[in-house]
């Protein structure tokens, strides 16, 4: 019987590991056996990462900072060589009703969501393998409007924009799509002030928006054998994948 493809000895580049699902996508891609560097703000959670993971490396970086953006991908390069599989993880959201709009808060959201992703991609491309992949996590929230939450699902629509026109500018490559639903064990929503959480989840179960939710570490496990499989067969692409949680059944 043929073994199902790992990542073994491949060399990969997650930005945006400290937490949530790009700390689960990092974790599952060490244990297959990747050479992993791993970038994010908090060197903390970082080092975390990496004393559990010896074959990880950590990288302390902020994408909201261009130089930084170059920065991670050099020393990501001088590490493994070069780059099989980019994974852009990071992402922020911000929850407020839109007449009060705080500039500051949309633009923090448009630099980890659009320019971060753009300029850490541009770096890599002529580090990366010729078959190689750059995955970016997107959203649910593009096409499932929710309530409180426009700053994220518009900074996200921007991310899908620039990534077919990435595909357009270079064919050759492969970028993909993740579109990526409800997940708990993340930080996302940390700060979120709770009065508007409770009026965004009561607007949301209005709206017929399903509450159900994947676990962090399912989706890492889930899109590491996904890359996998990838990485083994160059002449398929997949440029949009979709993961939801299974929803409840209807009652007998």
Known sequence: MTE??????????????????????????????????????????????CNASPRSRAIT????????????????????????????AAGTGTLARLEDA?????????????????????????????DGLVSFISSEAVTETRWGLSSYAASKAALDATIRSWRVEH???????????????????LGFDMGLITAG?????????SMTMMDADDVGQQLTEVYAVLLAHPEIDVPDLCLDPRGVPWPP
């Open 102 to 130: 705080d500039p500051d808060a949309w633009q923090r959201d448009y630099a980890v969501n659009v320019i971060g992703p753009t300029l850490v991609c541009g770096a890599a491309l002529a580090a990366l393998a010729p």
């Open 171 to 189: 064919p050759e490559r492969r970028f993909q799509r993740i579109v990526m639903g409800a997940t708990v064990g993340t930080d996302f929503g």
């Open 201 to 209: 989840l009561d607007r949301w179960s209005a709206a017929g928006v």
């Open 61 to 88: 970086a902020d994408v909201t900072v261009p130089a930084d953006c170059a920065r991670l991908v050099a020393e990501s390069v001088a590490a493994m060589g070069g780059i099989d599989l980019m994974v852009y």
């Open 4 to 49: 199902a493809p790992t990542l073994r000895d491949a060399r990969v580049l997650v930005v945006g590991g400290s937490s949530g699902i790009g700390r689960a996508i990092a974790v599952h891609a060490t244990r297959a056996g990747a050479q992993v560097c791993v970038a994010a703000r908090r060197t903390a959670e970082l080092a975390a990462l």
